[in-house]
Every structure is written in C-alpha cells, then in structure tokens.
Nanobody
Framework: QLQLVESGGGLVQAGGSLRLSCAAS????????MAWFRQTPGKERAFVAA????????SYAESVKGRFTVSRDNARNTVYLQMNSLKPEDTAVYYC??????????????WGQGTQVTVSS
C-alpha cells in the first residue's frame, strides 16, 4: 500500500521561506507524477504544483509562480516544495499526491495526510 507522509510545515513570517517534503513508502513512485495541493477551511482543495515522473516537467498555479519550486529525488522516493516569499494567503494545509494518471488528467489516487503552513503578517 502506497503511503505519502508530508513534513516541513510550520509558522513563518511573511516574506520567509519553508521547504515541504513528501516521502513515499510502500512502493516506488518514480514512474508517477507528484503534486502539491492546499486547502483552507471552507474551501476546496486547490492545485499548487506538479512535477513529472522524470522531473523534466513542472507546472504551477498562477498564484505561486516565481515563488514556489517543486522538485523530486526518485532515489529517495521524495518530492519537495520550496516556498519562498511567503504571503499570509499561502496559509493552508498542504497535501502531496501521486498516481499513474495524474500528469495527464490532474487526478491523483494517493494522498498524504497534510501539513499545516501558517504565514503571519
């Protein structure tokens, strides 16, 4: 059973940086795209970034372009989200996700439990 565990969330001041990690276990994800989503109370989960299985392709939500960078280490079965120039509106629970058709469909089968990111003004 594939499991995803996020880490690296926390409290940071506006303008600061955080690096989220998502480690997969149970099976390899080297052939799957991996993605980050975020959710705030009362709102639907929103796409943040995705990276192709090889790491050669990446996509970002407009709201984070130029500030966030997604990367992966297939040897470690891990995906990262480097978040710079954080804003209070980036406050959310961040989830990583993966699955065999995610890159082409935007739909992911496997999800982590989430990590809270809070940006203070």
């Amino acid at each position: 059973q594939l499991q995803l565990v996020e880490s690296g969330g926390g409290l940071v001041q506006a303008g600061g940086s955080l690096r989220l990690s998502c480690a997969a276990s149970g099976r390899t994800v080297r052939n799957y795209a991996m993605a980050w989503f975020r959710q705030t109370p009362g709102k639907e989960r929103a796409f943040v970034a995705a990276i192709s299985w090889s790491g050669g392709g990446a996509s970002y939500a407009e709201s984070v372009k130029g500030r966030f960078t997604v990367s992966r280490d297939n040897a470690r079965n891990t995906v990262y989200l480097q978040m710079n120039s954080l804003k209070p509106e980036d406050t959310a629970v961040y989830y990583c996700a993966t699955g065999p058709t995610g890159w082409s469909t935007g739909r992911y089968e496997y999800w982590g439990q989430g990590t809270q990111v809070t940006v203070s003004s």
